[in-house]
């Protein structure tokens, strides 16, 4: 529930300050226009009365034996544009009307489920403290935070059973996961190593919100959404609020963090519009195969300060002077060689044959190393071991056996491990969310 007390609490806020931001003009093509970061703690105020949404007040749908009301419904989409700063239009009010009804629909799921569960009850304490967090980001008291919600049409008890809901889903998806969402040490050595290798590439660091248009109608439904989404954003609706409640992606319980992309890993058709993107700009829609992707690129670098890499060879001496057939027996006996060693075997194999040289050469900068060396220090997977390699002073194995990322962007394993298990159990809950879906009977009434 942090993330999401944190945005509720800004979106408030702002209300109450009603600040407005500026935006600039596109800048590129890809792009549709410049936001401003201070827009995620000071979006621009909300219309002054309440918007009115014209829907019949009886039941608009039945989630097995639970139904959603006009009112239900009416109230989900004033608290959904409470959240995100997204002002209702004509244009709009269809999308924010469907992604209230999903979420509904949703909810109404998820509290039946946690009714199997008896002893996981969430208690009034427990809801009131979050609502008390979100008044105290909004800089006001609980009492008045839900008194500013009533005024603007929206029932205290709305966001309670909201945050009960949350609360309680939460719970249950931890307690039956977490053994299943737990990482092991291959996964994090693994993850520990993709990084590493991709210390050099460029990468971009990204917000994202996917419009998975299944679940909105279809293609056309997704790009009209999004490029409402997107006006709404470059008007000053903050970026993070609009991801969390809109997004289909699994980062939209972080607010749309995808944190950072190395560049080459994505869809062809992302990976153009990142290039393009300049540090600050939202992208326009990008369609995609499924939905509809909307990116908005935080920063951008060509890659960690510093790749560093641990090193053994072998080698035969010959000097630069040394003759062709010289050079080629030593390369033929090294190309014996090669096959038989490892990281670990390297150095004893060397002591023990007359005519070769041993070491270790401890851990380097890549950039610092030998030109000869740095293309096997780059991409050779690690415990490998190159085939020969000459330079001025002879023929060289290497062996590259270990290597990690230098510099403030090394990884720390804890941080990887704590990432891979939150990853994890977001799949898991989707999953589970999906299964119910599937089995319920969801009727819509006409």
């Not at 800004?10 to 600039?24: D, E, W, Y």
């Not at 979050?130 to 105290?136: R, T």
């Not at 290039?275 to 935080?298: K, T």
């Not at 220090?377 to 020969?388: E, I």
């Amino acid at each position: 529930m942090r993330f999401q007390r944190y945005l509720t609490g800004v979106a408030i806020a702002a209300l109450l300050a009603g600040t407005a931001m500026a935006q600039t003009a596109p800048q590129e093509p890809a792009a549709a226009g410049t936001l401003n970061p201070a827009a995620e703690q000071a979006p621009p105020a909300a219309p002054t009365a309440a918007p009115q949404f014209q829907m019949a007040d009886g039941i608009l749908a039945t989630v097995n034996d639970s139904v959603i009301t006009g009112f239900d419904l009416r109230q989900r989409m004033l608290l959904l544009i409470a959240m995100t700063q997204v002002q209702p239009t004509p244009e709009n009010i269809p999308a924010i009307q469907q992604e209230a009804l999903n979420a509904l629909i949703d909810e109404r799921l998820q509290i039946q489920e946690l009714a199997n569960y008896e002893d996981l009850k969430v208690a009034d304490e427990e809801v009131n403290e979050e609502i008390a967090a979100m008044a105290q980001e909004a800089g006001v008291t609980a009492q008045a935070y839900l008194a500013f919600l009533e005024s603007g049409g929206i029932r205290p008890q709305t966001l309670r059973e909201q945050i009960r809901t949350q609360i309680g889903w939460q719970q249950l998806v931890g307690g039956r996961f977490q053994s299943r969402a737990r990482v092991s040490k291959g996964a994090v050595d693994a993850a520990m190593r993709q990084r590493a290798e991709a210390a050099s590439k460029k990468q971009y660091l990204i917000g994202e919100i996917y419009i998975d248009a299944a679940r909105v109608g279809g293609q056309q439904a997704a790009m009209n959404g999004a490029a409402q989404l997107v006006q709404q954003m470059v008007q000053g609706a903050p970026f993070q609020a609009v991801a969390q409640q809109f997004s289909a992606a699994p980062s939209a319980t972080r607010g749309g963090d995808a944190g950072w992309v190395v560049a080459g890993t994505v869809n062809p058709t992302l990976q153009a519009a990142m290039d393009q993107l300049e540090v600050g700009q939202l992208s326009r829609p990008i369609p995609v195969e499924g939905g509809v992707y909307i990116i908005y690129m935080r920063d951008k670098r060509d890659g960690a300060s510093a790749s560093l890499v641990q090193l053994k060879q072998v080698m035969v001496e010959l000097p630069e002077t040394a003759s062709e057939a010289e050079v080629q027996a030593a390369t033929q006996r090294l190309t014996a060689l090669q096959p038989q060693l490892s990281c670990e075997t390297m150095l004893q194999r060397a002591t023990s044959e007359q005519g070769l040289l041993g070491a270790d050469l401890g851990e380097a900068d890549v950039q610092n190393l030998a030109p000869q060396f740095q293309q096997v220090a780059r991409s050779a997977p690690v415990g490998s071991v190159s085939t020969p390699i000459r330079t001025p002073l002879g023929l060289h194995l290497v062996g590259v056996c270990g290597r990690r990322v230098g510099g403030a962007e090394a990884p720390d394993p804890r941080v990887i491990e704590n990432q891979l298990f939150r990853q994890n159990l977001a799949t898991l809950g989707r999953r589970y969310m999906r299964d119910l879906r599937d089995d319920a009977l969801i009727e819509f009434k006409q």
